[in-house]
């Protein structure tokens, strides 16, 4: 960490705490990818790789929108053709006009070599215009290229890659990398404009006198490099400042978020963050200060050394027009070459460093599209015996193990219990035993490590998983709260079959949920979320009857609740429990929860310890056993056992006297 990045130490300011030991350091921030990458490479690194960048935007591009592109390549490289043109032209209108006679004569001779001017400069205005037209429509066109082939990776890899630390980290770049991709293209093209033009220039100049093509480079070669130079200060800088940043960033979301805004004001948080925020801000200052000196002392160098050399070149221009090598028309167009060239020349440094930066995100990019496919479920190879909507009867977990990535021990351990359609069980055990992991092998969400599952039979892998995964619900405990309307939350249950409203009415009244909805603004169609206008947020025991709701759409033969009573009043809990017991008796009814006494009735309770199935039973028989079961029983029950302990309690205490 360099000295800037002590915000305190720098500042000198008494404060109550140092920065760094309130707000820790944060870990590398994927959008810092591109902007890391080229304050750390040289020039020579960045020229090397810039050819590849540019060659994937352009397929990237071309994949997206094969038209646009070739109309953009084809303007770009036109448009730089015709600057060569240009100044051909120029070059004969002035040789024209210097040359001895009457005016009316000169400008005679000088009018086609006008008009072809006046052609060309129309014609590169068009393909300007054409070059804008296209670059507009392909911008959206590859923004949704790159995006939705994310998307569709993203939504398709099995859970387990969203365990692995690295991977959720890869996927936040790729999508840094999926937004700069249009930046990228657009730069390229910029890139391939402006070498074209200074290539354009080049041609014209060396065709008009080889001689000038020596002082067209010493005029802009200062000029390049020290803009190449100040790209790289600031690069340099921007990552040097990247802690600093990222307090920044965490102090805007502590002050402005609504998350913290309830705890910022109980605690009266709002001078101290504030006086957090001037301390970063003040040495942000500076250094910004810092970084504008020494640009301008760059720039402003390379410009002098600029000014020099052109200096140098017109009393190169002037001798060799007093010696008779060139003539004076040649000299002019030169002058006008050099202008062109530094123009030309801006464009290409500044889009160097850009293509080079946002070339690192779509990087990111494509190497996470590459490791992903790595996560991507194997193709199914369902049975063709197996007979359409075919209703799932059995469950056998045989020898089921799953070990977490990083973990020690496994969160399930060897299970071995089969459910029979028509059973309701319950998974029970302390925290992190492991019944939610269980269920979701189940569900076929995870794959198990050890082990394997049979659905009436046969292996999970000769299903075909999506029409299996349908036959099952799942309330988890972790539900989402999706930024739809109560209706759609609700109807997310059941995707394919589009419910009509009855049915989701019904499912909601299942969950206890209808009246509740039916009490809010809008009835069924509020929207569920506070960041839109008109949206809703409900409270945990609300939010837990929707997503029950959303279990019982469903008319699956496997229902998995997954500690579904939480949140709930003790009599929207009764009448869930009650409703989970009158479904059909065909299906497969599985629960997991703490609350034991909602377990009573299940026809089979499987306790787990430590990933293991350590007892099997119904109510009863545990009971009898006195084993794990009966003890966490006998807890809860002793929990609610208040009517001695009531009698017996101290009568309260007297207010004392004055
Ligand atoms: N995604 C994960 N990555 C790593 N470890 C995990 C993950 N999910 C769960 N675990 C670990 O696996 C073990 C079993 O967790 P699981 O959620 O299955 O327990 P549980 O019995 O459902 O617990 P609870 O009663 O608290 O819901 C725990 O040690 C937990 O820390």
Known sequence: MTRADHPDRDSGRPGPARPDSVLPELREMWWETGVRARAQAGLFAVFSELPRLVRSALAV?????????????ATTVGAGVLSAFGLIATQRVLVELFAGGPTADKVVAALPALAALAAVTALRAGMAAATGYAQNGLAPKVDREVERGLFEVTTAVR????????????????????????????????????????????????????LLLLALLVATVPNGWAAL???????????????????????????????????????????????????????????????????????????????????????????????????LAAAATCVIAVQAAQRNLAVVTFQIDRVYTEGQHFRDYTAFMTRAAEYLPPAATPDPHTPPGERLREVAIEAVSLRYPDRDGAAVDQVTLTIEAGQTVAFVGENGSGKSTLATMIATLRTPTGGGIRYNGRPVTDWDGDALRARIAVVTQEYHKWPFTAATNIAIGDVPTAAEQDRIEAAAARAVAHDMITELPHGYETLLDRTFAGGQDLSGGQWQRITAARGFLRDADVLIMDEPSSALDPRAEDALFQAIRDRQRHAITILITHRLANVRHADRIYVLHQGRLVEAGTHDELVATGGRYAELFALQAAGYDVGPATSTAPPPRQPASA
């Open 229 to 327: 130079r100040a790209g790289h200060l600031r690069y340099q800088t921007y990552a040097a400042g990247s802690v600093r940043r990222r307090r920044l960033w965490l102090l805007h979301r502590l002050m402005a978020e609504r998350d913290s805004a309830p705890e910022l004001r109980s605690y009266g948080l709002r001078g101290f963050l504030l006086d957090q925020y001037d301390r970063v801000m003040g040495v942000e200052t500076g250094i910004q200060l810092a970084l504008a000196r020494r640009v301008t002392t760059t720039t402003t160098v390379g410009a002098m050394i600029g000014g020099i050399a052109t200096a140098a070149v017109y009393v190169l221009l002037g001798l060799l027009l007093v010696d008779g090598q060139i003539p």
């Open 61 to 73: 591009s071309w994949r997206a929108d094969r038209l646009r592109t070739s109309i953009v390549a």
């Open 159 to 210: 859970l387990e890659a969203f365990d692995a630390d690295a991977f959720a980290d890869d996927m936040e770049r790729a999508s840094r990398g999926a937004d700069s991709t249009t930046d990228l293209v657009q730069s390229s093209m910029n890139l391939l404009a402006g070498v074209t033009g200074v290539l354009a220039v080049t041609v014209a100049v060396a065709v008009i006198h080889p």
